[in-house]
């Protein structure tokens, strides 16, 4: 279906509803899952696009104009506003916390939403229709594949142990045959009548959905006092 060039009330009627289904499916998985970008989000920048690209298409000037004219015409300049104005909101639900960056697939999802807005405004609704359908099946399906993919992850644990030069190499061994390496940072001794704090970084590469290595706490907590395990870094969608 291409751009009529004075859409009626119906098409524009038609335009507005399937952006609000399209942006409000693509919505509720952002939502259900606890991210900023949920439901109400998705729908305002979705008809926010779509009424752009209306907009755009009723302004249209076809008086004395013939069609093979419309292609040297600055029409995208709104359309292009938008997505420059999306750019902002998407940069403001990007955080990052050291190692930890959250936020960059509920940014992408906007720009996804509000491009999709852009193309059922514009009366493209096949091809709104099919990219619709091809980001659920990026939010929902690929989400089943990405958490089984093995990725890189690092955390700092805190011991007590006597020596460090010791307990270093100690701590290597006896982790090692789980898939897990350790690497010496410091050594704190707050009482000279109780063992040292020493600071090592974990590393190991495991699927999202294998949870938290319960293994390694429980080994290590076996030989020696776990003060503390804090993970650097991890998925976070």
């Excluded at 926010?48 to 040297?72: C, D, E, P, Y």
């Excluded at 040292?196 to 907590?221: C, M, Q």
Aim: with cysteine; net charge positive; aromatic share 6%.
């Amino acid at each position: 279906m291409s751009m009529p060039l004075h859409p009626t009330w119906e098409d524009i009627a038609l335009r507005l509803i399937i952006t609000m289904i399209a942006s409000a499916i693509i919505g509720f998985d952002r939502g259900a899952r606890g991210h900023a970008a949920g439901l109400r989000t998705t729908i305002l920048v979705g008809l926010a696009a779509s009424v752009a690209m209306i907009q755009a298409n009723i302004l249209l000037s076809v008086g004395g104009k013939t069609a093979a004219s419309f292609g040297v015409m600055d029409l995208m300049r709104l359309p292009l506003g938008i997505l420059t104005g999306v750019g902002f909101i998407g940069g403001g639900t990007i955080l990052r916390r050291g190692d930890l960056v959250s936020g960059v697939t509920t940014a992408a999802t906007l720009w996804a939403t509000t491009v999709i807005g852009l193309c059922l405004g514009g009366g493209q609704l096949k091809l709104g229709i099919a990219a619709t359908a091809l980001a659920i099946v990026t939010l929902w399906s690929l989400k089943w594949i990405e958490v089984r993919i093995p990725r890189a992850q690092r955390a700092v644990l805190v011991i007590k142990a006597a020596s460090a030069s010791s307990s270093a190499r100690e701590l290597a061994d006896l982790i090692g045959p789980l898939g897990y390496s350790a690497q010496f940072h410091r050594e704190r001794l707050i009482d000279e009548a109780q063992p040292a704090r020493l600071w090592f970084e974990i590393e190991w590469r495991r699927p999202e959905f294998a949870g938290p290595p319960w293994d390694l706490l429980k080994l290590v907590n076996e030989h020696y006092p776990v003060v503390s395990f804090e993970l650097m870094s991890q998925a976070n969608r």
